[in-house]
């Protein structure tokens, strides 16, 4: 039997995406909203911190049209975590040891993989939440602007 792995997220170690569901998940595809649970996003307003690779890339543009997301800097890593980090506080892997299960370790403790954010002050933007961002709204990639975002939702 093979193994099933998976992956620890580590803070502070290259370029890391954060990546907020905006809008919920009524009247999705099922495509979409597989990608969604595979990036562990489940209600709106939750954010997840995920690698800059190719993989999640696609995964994230594929999903564009119901979250935001852009670089984190290391700055907002760590107000994210003493904010509104929660412990994981379960065991590691299950009983077989064939399964581990995800988490976000950040100065050598264990997170949860989300994070529960409230909405933000002030909004997502302009034009709302149907709107990508480029034209005034609150959708799609936002650079290093999402930093901003994130201290609003906290």
Same mark, same amino acid.
Request: hydrophobic share 40%.
């Given at each position: 039997?093979?193994?099933?792995?998976?992956?620890?997220?580590?803070?502070?170690?290259?370029?890391?995406?954060?990546? +907020?569901?905006?809008?919920?998940? /009524?009247?999705?595809?099922?495509? +979409?909203?597989?990608?969604?649970?595979?990036?562990?996003?489940?209600?709106?307003?939750?954010?997840? /911190?995920?690698?800059?690779?190719?993989?999640?890339?696609?995964?994230?543009?594929?999903?564009?049209?119901?979250?935001?997301?852009?670089?984190?800097?290391?700055?907002?890593? =760590?107000?994210?975590?003493? =904010?509104?980090?929660?412990?994981?506080?379960?065991? =590691?892997?299950?009983?077989?040891?064939?399964?581990?299960?995800? /988490?976000?370790?950040?100065?050598?403790?264990?997170?949860?993989?989300?994070?529960?954010?409230? #909405? #933000?002050? *002030?909004?997502?933007?302009? *034009?709302?939440?149907?709107? #990508?961002? =480029?034209?005034?709204?609150?959708?799609?990639?936002?650079?290093?602007?999402?930093?901003?975002?994130?201290?609003?939702?906290?």
């Amino acid at each position: 039997m093979a193994k099933v792995q998976a992956k620890k997220v580590v803070a502070g170690s290259g370029n890391k995406l954060v990546v +907020v569901l905006v809008r919920g998940l /009524i009247d999705l595809s099922k495509d +979409v909203k597989d990608t969604l649970a595979m990036l562990r996003m489940f209600r709106k307003n939750h954010a997840v /911190i995920v690698d800059n690779t190719p993989t999640m890339k696609g995964m994230v543009v594929k999903v564009k049209d119901c979250v935001t997301w852009g670089e984190i800097d290391d700055a907002t890593v =760590k107000e994210l975590v003493e =904010k509104r980090g929660e412990l994981f506080l379960s065991r =590691k892997t299950d009983v077989k040891k064939k399964y581990k299960y995800a /988490i976000f370790s950040f100065n050598g403790k264990d997170y949860k993989p989300y994070f529960r954010l409230n #909405p #933000p002050r *002030k909004g997502f933007g302009r *034009k709302g939440i149907k709107v #990508p961002f =480029k034209v005034g709204g609150g959708l799609g990639y936002r650079g290093e602007k999402i930093n901003d975002l994130i201290k609003r939702m906290l």
